[in-house]
């Protein structure tokens, strides 16, 4: 019998909380178990695998991440947005840094697999936030692409501890967001490449 309270929601979050402690290169189905003080064998009547368990951490984790950029640019337009955005990411990846790996490290499984719709989530909300440029159509998919490995880059080498001058990094980060939002204001009045085909 599958122990009371326990779920594949619960165990997955359990697994979740474990990776920002430990890293997510270091989740077993037996740490995983001894968190929750079971023994291993049971949390296969929650979950099939550690790679779905992996997998299932990832889908919670763009689900989260998309929320949290969501609700941090929730009426706001511009350069606002876009701090707001880039804040919330930065944020999350420092908080959940084992979650985040997880999400990079996953790919979806098909059309169905939940993945899809929860990576889809950071993805609308950063272009929610270009939206407000205005940008040509064709410089759209560039734009989220730039942003989007920009703020990955900053995040993941501040999380790792990437950064070794002394500057102070918030003073960075506030640096990179004003170079990003002026290249976009800029862009908005130049015409752009041909959108690529798909």
Same mark, same amino acid.
């Given at each position: 019998m ?48 550690q @790679?779905?368990?992996? !997998?299932?951490?990832?889908? $919670?984790?763009? &689900?989260?991440? /998309?929320d +949290?950029?969501?609700?941090? *640019? ?8 876009l701090?707001?955005a ?11 840094p ?22 889809a ?16 159509? @064709?410089?759209?998919? !560039?734009?989220?692409?730039? $942003?989007?490995? &920009?703020?990955? /880059?900053? +995040?993941?080498?501040?999380? *790792?501890?990437g ?11 506030i ?24």
């Amino acid at each position: 019998m599958p122990r009371a309270g326990l779920d594949p929601a619960s165990v997955t979050e359990a697994a979740a909380t474990l990776v920002d402690e430990i890293g997510f290169a270091q989740l077993s189905m037996g740490l995983v178990a001894e968190r929750l003080g079971v023994r291993t064998p049971s949390l296969y009547k929650h979950v099939t695998s550690q @790679a779905d368990l992996a !997998h299932r951490i990832a889908v $919670l984790a763009a &689900t989260e991440l /998309g929320d +949290a950029i969501r609700d941090a *640019t929730q009426g706001r337009v511009g350069g606002d947005a876009l701090a707001a955005a880039a804040q919330a990411m930065r944020t999350y990846v420092r908080e959940h840094p084992g979650r985040y790996a997880a999400l990079n490290s996953a790919r979806p499984d098909g059309p169905d697999d939940p993945f899809v719709p929860a990576s889809a989530r950071a993805l609308d909300s950063l272009s929610a936030v270009l939206r407000g440029y205005h940008l040509d159509p @064709a410089q759209e998919i !560039h734009a989220l692409r730039m $942003l989007r490995s &920009t703020l990955h /880059g900053f +995040a993941t080498l501040e999380v *790792t501890g990437g950064f070794q001058h002394d500057t102070d990094v918030d003073d960075s980060f506030i640096w990179m967001i004003t170079f990003i939002d002026r290249g976009l204001r800029a862009a908005t009045a130049t015409p752009g490449p041909a959108a690529p085909t798909r």
